[in-house]
């Protein structure tokens, strides 16, 4: 003989399938915010001031960056626009995962024929490059690049 269904046991079945809900929807929302901060930049008021002035100052040089990666290591080919090696002042790059900040590393990138190389050990999936340089003038240049390693 089956037992009737009762208001009580409704009740319970309703608690216990919107508690399992907001239970993963609390973890997802805490792992997502250990994982990756969201953070671009410290302040995006400071940084929005000189954003115009910054990107025309950019795309005066003129310069592309070509990212490759094969057989362990990474190679950065940064162009003026004459297709020349650019004049690098100096160069940063961070290379990580596009959703955390665990795996974020900083190769020290050497010059070889006009093409910035690092030995760095990468996993398949996406990828990307923050790149910071400056030129020979002192014209500061920021790229995002994102890649994909296949596995």
Request: no cysteine; proline share 5%.
């Amino acid at each position: 003989m089956a037992k009737p269904l009762t208001g009580r046991k409704v009740l319970l079945m309703f608690v216990a399938f919107f508690g399992l809900i907001i239970a993963v929807n609390v973890t997802m929302a805490v792992q997502a915010v250990k994982t990756f901060p969201g953070l671009e930049v410290a302040n995006s008021y400071v940084a929005s001031q000189t954003f115009d002035a910054d990107r025309a100052a950019q795309e005066r040089l003129g310069w592309t960056v070509k990212p490759a990666y094969a057989n362990g290591l990474l190679t950065l080919d940064i162009r003026d626009r004459a297709g020349n090696p650019a004049p690098l002042g100096q160069l940063e790059v961070l290379v990580g995962r596009t959703t955390m900040a665990a795996d974020d590393r900083k190769p020290q990138m050497t010059r070889t024929d006009g093409v910035y190389s690092a030995p760095l050990s990468l996993a398949p999936g996406a990828w990307l490059i923050h790149l910071s340089a400056t030129s020979a003038d002192g014209v500061l240049f920021r790229q995002r690049l994102d890649f994909f390693v296949e596995g």
